[in-house]
């Protein structure tokens, strides 16, 4: 199941397309902080318990759809309680570089700052539509996946780099493709959706900058 539709299937006046954007840029904000949260209190968890809260985290992510159809309120309720659950899942990683190499995560968020609002800045101003970029990416996506699954078994130089440079493309295309959505959606009722695809462009971005600048 996937957060992402059609961008130019409804048309949005200019006040729809800014109430959507500041409740979905408010429910970002707050997922990103009980994610932050969630990484704060799995600090000492070991990797293997971490893959449980993985498996948890895409059971709420797939269960945000129903939510929502329900009542808008349970569809926020389940987007909060999936960042805090993914910031579970990646504290044990999260964790060693700030042990490790703590200006690393410096950097990686600030990279990831710039990242997302250049790109989200130039999606939400282009009147090109970009759905077809985004199923571009979607298989590049999948593409990507294969590619990190060789390297597990074939040792291919400067793999990890390739990898995390080849996800920061795919995603850049992803954050313009969410942030036109911002502009030309109407349904304020999407917002929670919306809001769980941008926060997961916003948690890709910086840990694949997080494997970049951690390279040290």
Avoid: H, K
């Avoid at 969630?38 to 269960?63: E, N, P, Q, V």
């Avoid at 996506?141 to 078994?153: D, E, K, P, R």
């Avoid at 313009?176 to 009722?189: A, C, E, G, K, V």
Wanted: glycine share 8%; net charge positive; aromatic share 16%.
């Amino acid at each position: 199941m996937s957060t992402r539709e059609n961008a130019y299937a409804v048309p949005a006046t200019r006040d729809e397309s800014r109430a959507l954007f500041a409740q979905t840029m408010g429910l970002v904000a707050i997922t990103s902080a009980l994610f932050a949260l969630g990484a704060y209190l799995g600090r000492d968890m070991s990797y293997r318990t971490s893959w449980l809260w993985f498996i948890g985290a895409f059971a709420l992510l797939f269960a945000l759809r129903a939510a929502i159809r329900s009542s808008e309120g349970l569809g926020i309720f389940v987007l909060f309680a999936f960042g805090v659950v993914m910031g579970l899942a990646v504290a044990p990683a999260i964790a060693y570089y700030a042990e490790t190499d703590p200006q690393a995560v410096w950097q990686a968020g600030g990279a990831t700052a710039l990242f997302i609002a250049g790109f989200g800045a130039a999606g939400y101003a282009t009147r090109r539509d970009l759905s077809g970029l985004a199923r571009a990416c979607f298989w590049a996506l999948l593409a990507l996946i294969v590619f990190g699954l060789i390297t597990i078994f074939v040792s291919i130089p400067s793999a990890s780099l390739i990898y995390a440079i080849l996800g920061l493309v795919i995603f850049a295309g992803f954050t313009m493709f969410d942030f036109q959505r911002l502009r030309t959606s109407r349904d304020i009722r999407t917002a929670p959706l919306l809001a769980a695809s941008i926060f997961l462009d916003v948690l890709n971005v910086f840990l694949f900058f997080l494997q970049i600048f951690g390279r040290r």
